[in-house]
């Protein structure tokens, strides 16, 4: 017999051509049809191990662990550069994320958020390709600031600079 693990991206079973001998033999031969249930779009590797359970030739129960690796995806990221906001007051710009994994935001100033342009909610994280606002909030010092705002996808990443400028250069 063979037991899988706990892996919900692989499946192990019988394979349908088995057939029990018609003679008298002592000997069986199993095949069993391993399916891979999901890509692996990560940006690392994932194991899977089976036991494979039998008894030899002398009626003594062996033991094979059977190790199955999937390769993972390539991360490819690229993003919009916003660069200048030519006002002190509030504002928004559009970012676009192209990204063949899952990725993440985050921002060094809490003066910088990001919205979904189809929802106008909060985002912070997504999967693959999307648009965004990035929307900044009255700078009301007189001297310019700036911001990281930082997209992260699997093992790549991009930094977008955010300057904006202060209540002196109005």
């Given amino acids: 017999s063979a037991t899988p693990g706990q892996e919900d991206w692989l499946e192990i079973a019988p394979h349908l051509d088995n057939m029990m001998p018609d003679d008298a033999t002592v000997s069986v031969e199993m095949k069993y049809t391993l399916s891979v249930l999901s890509d692996n779009m990560t940006t690392s590797?994932?194991?899977?191990?089976?036991d494979l359970i039998y008894y030899d030739e002398n009626d003594v129960q062996q033991r094979k662990s059977i190790q199955i690796t999937q390769m993972y995806?390539?991360?490819s990221l690229s993003v919009?550069?916003?660069?200048?906001?030519?006002?002190?007051g509030s504002g928004d710009r559009l970012l676009k994320i192209n990204s063949n994994v899952p990725w993440e935001l985050s921002c060094d100033s809490t003066w910088v958020h990001t919205k979904h342009v189809k929802s106008n909610e909060p985002v912070y994280s997504g999967n693959g390709n999307d648009s965004l606002y990035v929307y900044v909030d009255d700078n009301t010092d007189l001297r310019q600031r700036s911001a990281k705002l930082i997209v992260n996808a699997g093992n790549e990443s991009q930094e977008v600079s955010i300057i904006q400028y202060?209540?002196?250069y109005v």
């Fill in 80 to 88: 919009t550069t916003i660069s200048v906001f030519n006002a002190s």
């Fill in 45 to 50: 590797e994932r194991r899977a191990t089976f």
């Fill in 166 to 168: 202060g209540t002196a």
């Fill in 73 to 75: 995806i390539n991360a």
